[in-house]
T-cell receptor, first 115, second 114 residues
Framework: DTEVTQTPKHLVMGMTNKKSLKCEQHMGHRAMYWYKQKAKKPPELMFVYSYEKLSINESVPSRFSPECPNSSLLNLHLHALQPEDSALYLC??????????????FGPGTRLTVL | GNSVTQMEGPVTLSEEAFLTINCTYTATGYPSLFWYVQYPGEGLQLLLKATKADDKGSNKGFEATYRKETTSFHLEKGSVQVSDSAVYFCALSDRQGGSEKLVFGKGMKLTVNP
C-alpha cells in the first residue's frame, strides 16, 4: 500500500478562521512533507518532518503551523490566512528524509480557498 | 543552489507520437533524479527515477537516463496515449541539513489527442 490520504479534499475559509489539514500514511515512513502548489506551478516545499521532529522550515509564515503527533500523522494548522494563500496543499511521505533517492509518495491534496 | 530546467510547453501531440521532454540540472555532487506526473485534479505520482550516473529509469513505456556528462535526464516515450495527458515534472534531490528535499522544474503540460 503506497497511499497517502489527505482530508479534507476541499476547504473554504475566511481570513479570521482557524482550520486544520490532515495527512496520514501507514507505510511506516519516517519522513513527512508539506508542499504548497499554486495553479500551473510546481510544488514548493514548506516543511519536512523527520522522525516526528521538524527538520526543514522553508521560511513559511507563522500563520501556517505544522504538527506531527506521531509517525503516521501530519497536520497543518491554519490561522489568519490571506487570499494569496489559496492553493493546493500536498502532503508527501518517504521512508526517511536523508536517504539518497528515497521516493516521496504524494497525497491527492487539499484545495484551499481563502475568502 | 541546485536547480532544474525543463521544457515548459504546453505541448499537444497526436496519439502514437514520440515524446521527448528535456530536463537539465545544476547541482553540486550527485543528486538523485526523478520524473513525477500529475494528472488533472490529483497529487503527484512518481513516474521513474535514477540515483546514479548512467542509470536508466523506466515505467509504463517511459524512459530516462541519468547523463552526468550533459547534466540531463530527458524523458522519452515511443508512442503516447490519450491517457498520458498530464503535467510532467522533472526533479532532483537536494540535501539540506540532514534531510533531502525535492527541487522541481516548472512542469510541462502534455495533451494527447486521439
Amino acid at each position: 500500500d503506497t497511499e497517502v490520504t489527505q482530508t479534507p479534499k476541499h476547504l473554504v475559509m475566511g481570513m479570521t478562521n482557524k482550520k486544520s489539514l490532515k495527512c496520514e500514511q501507514h507505510m511506516g515512513h519516517r519522513a513527512m512533507y508539506w508542499y504548497k502548489q499554486k495553479a500551473k506551478k510546481p510544488p514548493e516545499l514548506m516543511f519536512v518532518y523527520s522522525y516526528e521532529k521538524l527538520s526543514i522550515n522553508e521560511s513559511v509564515p507563522s500563520r501556517f503551523s505544522p504538527e506531527c503527533p506521531n509517525s503516521s500523522l501530519l497536520n497543518l494548522h491554519l490561522h489568519a490566512l490571506q487570499p494569496e494563500d489559496s492553493a493546493l496543499y500536498l502532503c508527501a511521505s518517504s521512508h526517511t528524509s536523508g536517504g539518497a533517492g528515497d521516493t516521496q509518495y504524494f497525497g491527492p491534496g487539499t484545495r484551499l480557498t481563502v475568502l | 543552489g541546485n536547480s532544474v530546467t525543463q521544457m515548459e510547453g504546453p505541448v499537444t501531440l497526436s496519439e502514437e507520437a514520440f515524446l521527448t521532454i528535456n530536463c537539465t540540472y545544476t547541482a553540486t555532487g550527485y543528486p538523485s533524479l526523478f520524473w513525477y506526473v500529475q494528472y488533472p485534479g490529483e497529487g503527484l505520482q512518481l513516474l521513474l527515477k535514477a540515483t546514479k550516473a548512467d542509470d536508466k529509469g523506466s515505467n509504463k513505456g517511459f524512459e530516462a537516463t541519468y547523463r552526468k556528462e550533459t547534466t540531463s535526464f530527458h524523458l522519452e516515450k515511443g508512442s503516447v496515449q490519450v491517457s498520458d495527458s498530464a503535467v510532467y515534472f522533472c526533479a532532483l534531490s537536494d540535501r539540506q541539513g540532514g534531510s533531502e528535499k525535492l527541487v522541481f522544474g516548472k512542469g510541462m503540460k502534455l495533451t494527447v489527442n486521439p
